[in-house]
Each structure stands twice: as C-alpha cells, then as structure tokens.
C-alpha cells in the first residue's frame, strides 16, 4: 500500500512563495506519475499539476501556470510543488496524489489511486 504524506504548507502573505513536499513510502514510485489537487471551503477538488513517473511531462491548471512548479526526485520518493506569487484565492488544502496506471500526467482527480491526507495552505491579502 502505498503512503503518502505531504508538508510545507503554512500562512503566508499574498505575493510570498511556499514549497510543498509530498514523500512517499511502500510502493515503487518511479513508476507512478504525481499530482498535486487542492480543496478550498465549501468548493470542489481542483487539479492544480501533475508530473510524469520520468519528470519529463508535466501540466498545469490555467490558474498557476507561470506561478507553481511541479517536481520530483525519484531517488528521494518524493515530488515538489514550489508555489510563487501566491495569491488568496490559492488558499486551500493541497493533496499529493498517485496514479500507477499509466505513468503520464493527468487532470482528472478521480484517476488517482493514493493521496496523502493534506497541508494547509493559507494565503492573506
């Protein structure tokens, strides 16, 4: 089974940054591509990125492309998510996610097959 734990979240003022980590344990996770999905109050999941199991693909939603940058280091178990120019309406609570199906990213969060338990991110004006 595999285990996903994310941290890095935290309050930070509008225009700051936040790097998200999301460490993974039990299963081969070179083979798996990763995503990170938020939650706000009160409103759906929300796909914000993904990554392929090499790195060498990744998307983003519209509203952090220029801004997120998605990652992984496969020797490490773990994938990145480094958050600049954060804005208010980007606070919510950011899961990592793994699809071991076919290893190319994807939007679609009911395609994930693990997900950690989530890290606050909370942004101020």
């Known amino acids: 089974q595999v285990q996903l734990v994310e941290s890095g979240g935290g309050l930070v003022q509008a225009g700051g940054f936040l790097r998200l980590s999301c460490a993974a344990s039990?299963?081969?996770?070179?083979?798996?591509?990763m995503g990170w999905i938020r939650q706000a109050p009160g409103k759906e999941r929300e796909f914000v990125a993904a990554i392929s199991w090499t790195g060498g693909a990744t998307i983003y939603t519209d509203s952090v492309k220029g801004r997120f940058t998605i990652s992984r280091v496969n020797a490490k178990n773990t994938v990145y998510l480094q958050m600049n120019s954060l804005k208010p309406e980007d606070t919510a609570v950011y899961y990592c996610a793994a699809d071991r199906t076919t290893g190319r990213p994807k939007k679609d969060p009911n395609e994930y097959d693990y997900w950690g338990q989530g890290t606050q991110v909370t942004v101020s004006s």
């Open positions: 039990g299963g081969t996770f070179s083979n798996y591509a």
